[in-house]
């Protein structure tokens, strides 16, 4: 049973450049979060994705945007990229319950290095 | 507005020994606390998680102590094991919105 997938693994790019990553959730999972871990820290959250729709959003600006799939895959869009985007981005996956507190199952993320 | 405040930054423990990581909370929202396990270039795991209408739980060695009026809980590691060396967060989650604290690199020697 493959859990949270993400890719790529890697990736560098230049200030003022879109980057697009991609999530795949773990079989049965139907919600899709992101999170933006900087170095030393712990995540934050960006958005969430339930039935292809933007549930919640954290403290992102607008540059930040996603995508959900009808199989519930998804993609996390970032545009004008800034020195500061530089982090790891997780993608967590779970079940959607009606508190919305299933457990939050992560990929091993995407490091994205912004020059 | 930081929300979880978790400690300390960092914890050294010697092999068999116990370890405790603090976390305090401001949002009387949150509704369900995981502790999440990092190791070096992986995605946080989930190691335990527990309800506010439950003052403990245990699972093998780890154990989640809950104090809902004090809007503080820890995580106790028993007999520690230098393969639990890694980085811990505590969390709180209000309607699927996880908060994450601050981490503890833990280093348990052998």
């Known amino acids: 049973d493959a859990g949270v997938t993400q890719s790529p693994t890697h990736l560098i790019k230049t200030r003022g450049q879109q980057v697009t990553l991609r999530c795949s959730p773990k079989?049965?999972?139907?919600?899709v979060s992101w999170y933006q871990q900087a170095l030393g820290q712990g995540p934050q959250f960006i958005f969430q994705?339930?039935?292809?729709?933007?549930?919640q959003r954290g403290n992102f600006p607008d540059r930040f945007s996603g995508h959900q799939f009808p199989n519930y895959s998804s993609e996390l869009n970032v545009n004008a990229l800034l020195l500061g985007d530089s982090a790891l981005y997780l993608c967590?996956?779970?079940?959607?319950?009606?508190?919305?507190?299933?457990?939050?199952?992560f990929g091993n993320g995407t490091r994205l290095t912004v020059t | 507005q930081q929300q979880v405040k978790q400690s300390p930054q960092s914890l050294i423990v010697q092999k068999g020994g116990i370890s405790i990581i603090n976390c305090a909370y401001e949002?009387?929202?949150?509704?369900?606390f995981p502790w999440y396990q990092q190791f070096p270039g992986k995605g946080p795991a989930l190691l335990i998680a527990i309800r506010p209408d439950v003052s403990e739980k245990k699972e093998g060695r780890f154990t989640i102590s809950f104090n809902k009026s004090a809007k503080q809980f820890s995580l106790h590691i028993m007999d520690s094991q230098p393969g639990d060396s890694a980085t811990y967060f505590c969390?709180?989650?209000?309607?699927?919105?996880?908060?994450f604290g601050q981490g503890t690199i833990l280093t348990v020697h052998p």
């Open positions: 967590a996956s779970a079940t959607a319950s009606p508190t919305g507190n299933s457990p939050l199952h």
């Open positions: 079989s049965g999972h139907d919600t």
């Open positions: 949002n009387t929202a949150f509704d369900y």
């Open positions: 969390g709180g989650t209000s309607y699927g919105k996880l908060t």
């Open positions: 994705y339930y039935e292809e729709e933007e549930r």
